[in-house]
Protein backbone atom coordinates (compact mmCIF):
# COMPACT_ATOMS: atom_id res chain seq x y z
CA UNK A 1 0.00 0.00 0.00
CA UNK A 2 1.32 3.33 -0.87
CA UNK A 3 2.10 4.82 2.33
CA UNK A 4 2.04 8.36 0.82
CA UNK A 5 -0.78 10.95 0.45
CA UNK A 6 -3.87 12.27 2.53
CA UNK A 7 -6.40 10.45 4.61
CA UNK A 8 -8.81 12.36 2.46
CA UNK A 9 -7.78 9.33 -0.47
CA UNK A 10 -7.48 6.38 1.88
CA UNK A 11 -11.30 6.69 3.25
CA UNK A 12 -12.31 7.22 -0.80
CA UNK A 13 -11.33 4.31 -1.41
CA UNK A 14 -12.78 2.71 1.53
CA UNK A 15 -16.28 2.12 1.57
CA UNK A 16 -17.06 1.82 5.47
CA UNK A 17 -15.41 4.71 6.31
CA UNK A 18 -17.31 7.47 4.82
CA UNK A 19 -17.63 9.24 8.32
CA UNK A 20 -14.28 9.97 8.19
CA UNK A 21 -14.66 12.85 5.66
CA UNK A 22 -16.73 14.76 8.61
CA UNK A 23 -13.10 13.95 10.96
CA UNK A 24 -11.16 16.73 12.36
CA UNK A 25 -8.17 14.59 11.30
CA UNK A 26 -9.55 14.09 7.64
CA UNK A 27 -7.02 16.36 6.06
CA UNK A 28 -3.71 14.87 7.65
CA UNK A 29 -1.33 12.83 5.84
CA UNK A 30 -1.32 9.18 6.42
CA UNK A 31 2.44 9.67 8.02
CA UNK A 32 0.74 11.80 10.77
CA UNK A 33 -2.01 9.19 12.07
CA UNK A 34 0.87 8.59 14.59
CA UNK A 35 -0.36 11.47 16.73
CA UNK A 36 -3.15 8.93 17.62
CA UNK A 37 -0.68 6.34 18.40
CA UNK A 38 1.45 6.80 21.75
CA UNK A 39 3.37 4.59 23.82
CA UNK A 40 1.82 3.09 26.78
CA UNK A 41 1.66 5.56 29.86
CA UNK A 42 2.18 8.30 27.70
CA UNK A 43 -0.79 11.42 27.13
CA UNK A 44 -1.46 12.40 23.61
CA UNK A 45 -0.57 16.05 22.31
CA UNK A 46 -2.52 18.75 23.85
CA UNK A 47 -3.15 19.72 20.10
CA UNK A 48 -4.30 16.00 19.03
CA UNK A 49 -6.86 16.07 22.70
CA UNK A 50 -8.13 19.63 20.94
CA UNK A 51 -8.77 17.79 17.46
CA UNK A 52 -10.71 15.02 18.80
CA UNK A 53 -12.75 17.13 20.90
CA UNK A 54 -13.80 19.47 18.47
CA UNK A 55 -14.56 16.53 16.16
CA UNK A 56 -18.01 15.78 14.51
CA UNK A 57 -17.24 12.26 13.86
CA UNK A 58 -16.29 11.67 17.27
CA UNK A 59 -18.90 9.19 18.12
CA UNK A 60 -18.43 7.49 14.28
CA UNK A 61 -14.72 7.36 15.71
CA UNK A 62 -15.50 5.95 18.47
CA UNK A 63 -17.76 2.98 17.12
CA UNK A 64 -15.44 2.50 14.49
CA UNK A 65 -12.56 1.56 17.14
CA UNK A 66 -15.55 -1.05 19.11
CA UNK A 67 -16.81 -2.37 16.26
CA UNK A 68 -13.08 -3.35 14.74
CA UNK A 69 -11.89 -4.32 18.27
CA UNK A 70 -9.00 -2.33 17.60
CA UNK A 71 -6.35 -2.50 20.70
CA UNK A 72 -4.34 0.36 20.25
CA UNK A 73 -4.66 3.93 19.54
CA UNK A 74 -7.00 6.46 20.71
CA UNK A 75 -10.62 6.61 18.80
CA UNK A 76 -13.37 9.14 19.59
CA UNK A 77 -10.72 10.83 22.22
CA UNK A 78 -10.40 7.83 24.42
CA UNK A 79 -7.50 6.10 25.00
CA UNK A 80 -6.92 1.91 24.72
CA UNK A 81 -7.37 1.64 28.29
CA UNK A 82 -10.21 3.87 28.70
CA UNK A 83 -11.77 2.35 26.10
CA UNK A 84 -11.00 -1.46 27.74
CA UNK A 85 -12.52 0.05 31.41
CA UNK A 86 -15.76 0.81 29.63
CA UNK A 87 -18.69 -0.95 28.18
CA UNK A 88 -19.35 0.18 24.38
CA UNK A 89 -22.01 1.96 25.39
CA UNK A 90 -20.83 3.38 28.07
CA UNK A 91 -17.99 5.16 26.48
CA UNK A 92 -20.48 6.06 23.66
CA UNK A 93 -22.28 7.34 26.41
CA UNK A 94 -19.51 9.07 27.88
CA UNK A 95 -18.71 11.05 24.67
CA UNK A 96 -22.22 12.01 23.84
CA UNK A 97 -22.03 13.52 26.86
CA UNK A 98 -18.98 15.83 26.55
CA UNK A 99 -20.20 16.55 23.11
CA UNK A 100 -23.81 18.26 24.71
CA UNK A 101 -21.67 19.84 27.23
CA UNK A 102 -19.03 20.98 24.79
CA UNK A 103 -22.09 22.30 22.07
CA UNK A 104 -24.28 24.01 25.00
CA UNK A 105 -21.15 25.69 25.97
Known amino acids: ?7 GTLIEQSNDLDWLLEASCADLAVEQLDLFFVEAGKSLAKETVAMCERCPARV ?12 GGYFGG ?16 EV ?3 AVMANAS
Open 96 to 98: TEV
Open 60 to 71: QCLTHAYDNEIA
Open 1 to 7: MNRTGDL
Open 78 to 93: MSPSRRRKLSRNDALA
